[in-house]
């Protein structure tokens, strides 16, 4: 069993920054498959980010490549979500997720456990 608690989402200006964290109970987390997803008002939650247990290999929606960086401390049991550059159209409830020991969780039926969400919201 995981449970996630996210934090950091807030109102920021197009083009400013911001630092998601997720953190993350129980033993297992260094063995999972960690990734953000987002959801819009009124749009289907999407993949954002992934990484897998080792940081050896990470990947990104085309959306985000380039501006967003995921990374994790497996010893704090945290992952997290940078975001630069950012736009209005990143607006969103940002969600933590772990998608298992196996496999990078690419859409949200791959996901085992969810974090509660935090908002983002861009100013143009």
């Known amino acids: 069993q995981v449970q996630l608690v996210e934090s950091g989402g807030g109102l920021v200006q197009a083009g400013g920054s911001l630092r998601l964290s997720c953190a993350a109970s129980?033993?297992?987390?260094?063995?999972?498959?960690m990734a953000w997803f987002r959801q819009a008002p009124g749009k289907e939650r999407v993949f954002v980010a992934a990484?897998?247990?080792?940081?050896?290999?990470?990947g990104y929606a085309d959306s985000v490549k380039g501006r967003f960086t995921i990374s994790r401390d497996n010893a704090k049991n945290t992952v997290y979500l940078q975001m630069n550059s950012l736009k209005s159209e990143d607006t969103a409830v940002y969600y933590c997720a772990a998608g298992g020991f196996d496999s990078i969780p690419y859409v949200p039926n791959e996901v085992e456990y969810w974090g509660q969400g935090t908002q983002v919201t861009v100013s143009s």
């Open positions: 129980g033993r297992t987390f260094s063995r999972y498959h």
């Open positions: 990484i897998t247990p080792s940081s050896g290999i990470t």
